[in-house]
Structures are given as structure tokens and as C-alpha cells.
């Protein structure tokens, strides 16, 4: 199967900024699209950005301006660069990818990574 490793959360003040890194490993025969969404407490799972392997991007309304995702397919990897902290950017964030994936043939799947918590203070 595949695996989802993410880096880069912590405690910063409101304006300052953070990096978020998501690796993915294992029977991967191609990656479509990779994005990703967080989850404050009491809240739902929203998404924050998307981008296709043809590097379309998508983001929510609340972070436009101030977020930026891209990707490095030759390492499997989802960046997301969030500058402008605000409070309520505080939230866990989880990191999301559509795989195909080699098993008895190949089948695509999605996947979540262990999420990764990002407070902002102010």
C-alpha cells in the first residue's frame, strides 16, 4: 500500500509563517492529485489547496493570497507554504493524495496522512 509522511506543523504567531512537507511511499504506480485539508476542533474537514500532476492548483477562499501549494513529482511530494498566520488558520492539517496503485493490477485509491497540528497565536 502507500504511505503518507508529514512534516514541518508547529506553534507560531499570528504573521508569521510555516511549511508543511508530505512524502508519499510505497506500491505507487502514478500520483493524480495531491492536496490538503485541515480540521479545527468541533469543525469539519475542510479543503485548504489542491494541485493536479499537471500542477493546477486550487485553493479555499480563506487562504488565497497567503498560501501557496506545489509539488516535486520526482520525490512524490506535496508542499503547502503558509505565510500571514492567522489564529484561525489553527487546526490539525492533514495531507491527502489520489494513487494509482500496484497490487493484483493496478487500482487507484486515496489517502490521508497521520495529520500534522499548526497553531497560531496572538
Known amino acids: 500500500q502507500v504511505q503518507l509522511v508529514e512534516s514541518g506543523g508547529g506553534l507560531v504567531q499570528a504573521g508569521g509563517s510555516l511549511r508543511l512537507s508530505c512524502a508519499a511511499s510505497g506500491s505507487i504506480v502514478s500520483i493524480n492529485a495531491m492536496g490538503w485539508y485541515r480540521q479545527a476542533p468541533g469543525k469539519q474537514r475542510d479543503l485548504v489547496a489542491g494541485?493536479?500532476?499537471?500542477?493546477?492548483?486550487q485553493y479555499a477562499d480563506s487562504v488565497k493570497g497567503r498560501f501557496t501549494i506545489s509539488r516535486d513529482n520526482a520525490k512524490n511530494t506535496v508542499y503547502l507554504q503558509m505565510n500571514s498566520l492567522k489564529p484561525d488558520d489553527t487546526a490539525v492539517y492533514y495531507c491527502n493524495a489520489d494513487v494509482r496503485v500496484l497490487g493484483v493490477g493496478t487500482y487507484t485509491a486515496r489517502y490521508w496522512g497521520q495529520g500534522t497540528q499548526v497553531t497560531v497565536s496572538s
Open positions: 494541485v493536479t500532476s499537471g500542477g493546477s492548483t
